[in-house]
């Protein structure tokens, strides 16, 4: 069975510190797919980047950049020059495969808190 | 402009009083799927659906249920409401079956069963 572990509930980080959120996740399959997803204040869910088990380069977006390393089943999230706008949960997600019906599996999510 | 639309976004109802919430998306998804949000155990999938008269449990189905009869329409049903089901629910949409598909969320539905 598929697993994702966020181990941080929450951080506090002031204006303009680095954070990265920890992610790490249990399958069997060797074809998966990675996930995170930004919930702000406002209670949407909003994609943020998927990875598949296959491509394990880093990527950058802005301020935002991402470390999976398939060795020790981790997809870490930073943000760099952290930001008031970016205190949201943050949910890490996993999907086996493709076979039909490939459920998403969700982490517990870290809330995130920026302070000016 | 392409989305899933939930509705209502919040209701206060009774034990027992039969309720729907509805689903409905614009893209042309085969795949539908309903989660809820409770605080420290993040999203947990209710029921999905891969495509029109197809659906199937998730992790948590007990007390629900749903229906496909159109692919755009994937409502939740609770027929019998409890307090344990009081949660922050979301329905999602992708285009295909396949796990690759990052999935499109509603803006969330939120359920006070007193």
């Known amino acids: 069975a598929q697993k994702v572990t966020q181990a941080q509930t929450e951080i506090s980080v002031v204006e303009k510190e680095d954070v990265t959120l920890d992610c790490v996740y249990e399958?069997?399959?060797?074809?998966?797919?990675l996930f995170w997803y930004k919930q702000p204040p406002s209670g949407e869910l909003v994609f943020l980047i998927r990875?598949?088990?296959?491509?394990?380069q880093n990527e950058i977006s802005g301020r935002y950049s991402w470390n999976f390393q398939k060795s020790t089943s981790s997809f870490n999230f930073t943000i760099t020059a952290s930001q008031v706008v970016d205190s949201a949960v943050y949910f890490c997600?996993?999907?086996?495969?493709?076979?039909?019906?490939?459920?998403?599996?969700f982490g517990e999510g870290t809330q995130l808190t920026v302070n000016p | 402009e392409a989305q899933v639309t939930q509705n209502p976004r919040y209701l206060i109802t009774v034990t027992g009083k039969k309720l729907t919430v509805t689903c409905s998306q614009n893209?042309?998804?085969?795949?539908m799927s309903w989660y809820r949000q409770d605080p420290g155990l993040g999203l947990r999938q209710i029921y999905y659906?891969?495509?029109?008269?197809?659906?199937d449990k998730g992790d948590v189905p007990e007390g629900y249920k749903v229906s496909r009869k159109e692919k755009r329409n994937f409502p939740l049903i609770l027929e019998s409401p409890s307090p344990n089901q009081t949660s922050l629910y979301f329905c999602a949409s992708r285009l295909f079956t396949g796990g690759n598909q990052p999935q499109h969320f509603g803006d969330g539905t939120r359920l006070s069963i007193l």
């Open positions: 997600a996993l999907s086996e495969g493709e076979t039909s019906g490939s459920r998403l599996t």
């Open positions: 659906s891969m495509n029109v008269e197809v659906t």
């Open positions: 990875r598949n088990s296959f491509d394990e």
């Open positions: 893209m042309n998804h085969e795949y």
């Open positions: 399958t069997r399959d060797t074809t998966y797919y």
